[in-house]
């Protein structure tokens, strides 16, 4: 059972650097979703994916790429890391369709520093 | 514009009940859940309401009101493990996005 896996748990960055967090789900779930979450602030939506090869912006896309080549993976790259980056990333998954109102299933999260 | 509301911290004693509130002003509404998540682990699903009412499930129960964009989660009974955030989120019109608001740290002391 392993749900949403989030690589890695850890990660400290210099300011410029880039860097790809992972998220796989083996549940066959369409919908993706990565959230930062910050003290007081509670999670932010980033980008989202209704399936494969469709993505949209979140709340707060700004210096973040996504792509859905699979059903299973939703990576999320940093392009020039910034110290206003620093956070916890979550990633999410949920069923669509007739299952769209089930909720999200989240991994345990990647704990990031920008230096 | 979007915007869900709790209370930032709540203090309650073993074996009490407990009531957070939520209220919130989305674009959308399609539906509200309640998450808990302790201190340095993942968001877990408790409830979801998308009807008017009251959804019992053990010691938890929610209840909304979608007409005055209300929610509460009732937590009876606590115990120390209920310490924890508890976070309310409300899914957009077309079921893709979820808003969340900032999240109640419960604290249950004995």
């Known amino acids: 059972n392993a749900g949403v896996t989030q690589t890695p748990k850890f990660q400290v960055l210099k300011t410029g650097q880039s860097m790809t967090l992972q998220c796989a789900q083996d549940?066959?779930?369409?919908?993706m979703s990565w959230y930062r979450q910050d003290p007081g602030m509670g999670l932010r939506l980033i980008h989202y994916s209704v399936g494969a090869g469709i993505t949209d912006q979140g709340e707060v896309p700004n210096g973040y790429n996504v792509s859905r080549s699979t059903t299973e993976d939703f990576p999320l790259r940093l392009l020039s890391a910034a110290p206003s980056q620093t956070s916890v990333y979550f990633c999410?998954?949920?069923?669509?369709?007739?299952?769209?109102?089930?909720?999200?299933?989240f991994g345990d999260g990647t704990r990031l520093s920008i230096l | 514009g979007q915007n869900i509301d709790q209370p930032t911290e709540m203090t309650a004693t073993e074996g009490a009940i407990v009531q957070i509130n939520c209220t919130y002003q989305t674009s959308g509404f399609n539906g509200l859940f309640w998450y808990q998540q302790h201190a340095g682990e993942a968001p877990t699903f408790l409830s979801y309401?998308?009807?008017?009412g009251l959804e019992e499930k053990g010691r938890f129960s929610s209840f909304l009101s979608r007409s005055k964009g209300y929610s509460y989660l009732l937590l009876k009974e606590l115990q120390m493990k209920d310490s924890a955030s508890y976070l309310c989120?409300?899914?957009?019109?077309?079921?893709?996005?979820?808003?969340f608001g900032a999240g109640t740290r419960l604290f249950v002391k004995a």
């Open positions: 989120a409300v899914k957009d019109t077309g079921g893709f996005k979820t808003i």
């Open positions: 549940m066959n779930h369409e919908y």
């Open positions: 309401n998308v009807l008017d």
């Open positions: 999410a998954s949920s069923m669509g369709g007739q299952g769209r109102n089930q909720p999200q299933h």
